[in-house]
């Protein structure tokens, strides 16, 4: 009787430990897509905004900023730029280990999140 009722509260402890890691990891996803869409938007274009013109963002530096930041974050993940240059869209991806995944067959758990941010 003792050893189901064992079983049944480690059984418990687990999914609520696998809960709050995937919860962690998507919230920690959520962050670098939004600092990596952060760093993206401080590429605007000096020859625009410098004389008081529209603040547009260079697209080429831009991917390259955010996706350093994807990088250095340990996550993947793409970006994207409007047409328009005025938005740049993030989406970030991070897998981490969970060792109670791994006793169901799983070894990671992932987070994905998107960050869009305007300039104006």
Avoid: C, N
């Amino acid at each position: 009787m003792i050893l189901i009722v064992l079983i049944g509260a480690l059984a418990a402890f687990g999914a609520y430990a696998e809960y709050e890691a995937q919860s962690r990891t998507a919230l920690r996803a959520s962050h670098i897509a939004t600092e990596a869409a952060r760093a993206a938007a401080q590429a605007i274009d000096p020859a625009l905004a410098i004389p008081g013109g529209d603040k547009v963002i260079d697209p080429a530096t831009a991917v390259d900023a955010a996706k350093d930041y994807l990088e250095a974050a340990g996550a993947t993940g793409t970006v994207t730029v409007s047409d328009d240059g005025t938005t740049v869209t993030v989406t970030a991806a991070l897998d981490r280990s969970s060792p109670w995944t791994a006793l169901i067959g799983s070894r990671t758990l992932t987070g994905t999140a998107t960050a869009t941010l305007l300039t104006g």
